[in-house]
């Protein structure tokens, strides 16, 4: 490279063959370069690697701070950035990398994503249970809840992934829905980790909810031909027999609380009490969910670290101690009263 190349190099430029030298999933890859296209690219991605200044990463940072983009945003560009830098560093164009020590807490703080308490997880499955118009719903839920499956994983299931009779959920795939550029639409990807490979045992109440699917796919006549990239025969379908959409999970989950809290809303009213409602509910928190729910029948954190997928047990101890559920303090404090001696 000659010094008029090394001179003329933009941080757009660093950023390709940063990319380019990595070894990412084609999801990852993908996910990167968008959202590199799409706050980067145009503004400090343009500037000259040998004219950009400590100060002019941190007033992009300041910027994306003021258009109320979230801490974890802001720290997801700050990984493709630092590194790109680096790469000139390597190659002697620029002395030092200039987004050292810039990330500080730039950003909007992230809202924490609580678990339900269990009077809530029981609320919501009996409403659900009980419901005319999401009954069909009630499957769902308990394998989300009795499992943790991310929502990739969940809405990528076949029958082939789910063994009733040795009662054995086989996770080695996820669906995405992403534009590879050719459009938005499903593809196969593998787990992010190893740890995402895994044989997750079922519940009674999770054996109970496939049977329960299996025989709803069949009454509604739903097709089981569609195919993603080799993968049919899915476990949780619209009605055209296509996966359900990761946007749709979420759907369901929002109006279904939506309707348990206007329904509340008029118990309470006729009862004269505060009413009790649902919070915001995600398949991400019924993920968290579900962490918790295991933690608390104190089921070796390991094991429930291995049935999360999650590569660290670290992520797994802080889904868990998220405490805002008063009935776990109150009961964990109790235990204390078997041990203090007056």
């Known amino acids: 490279m000659t010094d008029t190349q090394c001179k003329n190099m933009t941080l757009n430029d660093l950023f390709e063959i940063h990319m380019d030298t990595r070894k990412l999933a084609e999801s990852t890859q993908a996910n990167y370069r968008r959202m590199w296209n799409s706050l980067v690219r145009n503004e ?42 680096e ?66 994983e969940l809405i990528g299931l076949t ?11 086989y996770v080695n795939h996820q669906l995405i829905y992403k534009n590879y ?50 993968l ?33 809303n008029e118990r309470a009213k006729r009862e004269r009490r505060k009413p009790e409602e649902l919070p915001h509910i995600s398949a991400h928190i019924l993920r968290h969910t579900a962490c918790t729910r295991m933690a608390e029948t104190d089921l070796d954190m390991k094991v429930v670290q291995y049935v999360m997928g999650h590569a660290n047990i670290s992520v797994t101890m802080e889904v868990y101690n998220h405490i805002t559920d008063r009935s776990r303090i109150e009961k964990e404090i109790a235990k204390m009263d078997l041990v203090q001696i007056m």
């Not at 997750?200 to 097709?223: D, W, Y």
């Open 159 to 169: 029958w082939k992934d789910v063994d009733l009779k040795t009662r054995t959920v």
């Open 44 to 85: 400090l991605g343009q500037m000259k690697v040998v004219q950009v200044r400590t100060s002019h990463v941190r007033l992009f940072y300041s910027r994306l701070s003021k258009q109320k983009y979230s801490h974890s945003t802001i720290k997801f560009l700050h990984n493709m950035i630092l590194p790109s830098f």
């Open 232 to 264: 049919s025969n899915f476990v949780f379908m619209s009605r055209s027999g296509r996966p359900m959409m990761p946007t749709t999970v979420n759907f369901i989950l929002r109006d279904i609380v939506k309707a348990y809290n206007e329904e509340e």
């Open 181 to 230: 550029g050719d459009g938005c639409d499903f593809h196969v990807t593998m787990p992010k980790t190893e740890a995402g490979i895994r044989e997750i045992p079922m519940s009674k109440m999770v054996a109970k909810a496939f049977e329960t699917q299996r025989r709803l796919n069949f009454q509604m006549g739903i097709p089981r031909d569609v195919k993603i990239e080799g």
């Open 87 to 152: 790469v000139a560093v390597d190659d002697d164009i620029i002395r030092k990398n200039p987004a050292k020590r810039t990330l500080g807490d730039y950003g909007e703080p992230e809202k924490k994503r609580t678990a339900l308490s269990f009077d809530q997880q029981k609320n919501l499955l009996n409403y659900v249970k009980n419901s005319e118009v999401f009954h069909i719903y009630l499957p769902l839920l308990q394998v989300m809840i009795g499992t943790g499956l991310r929502c990739g």
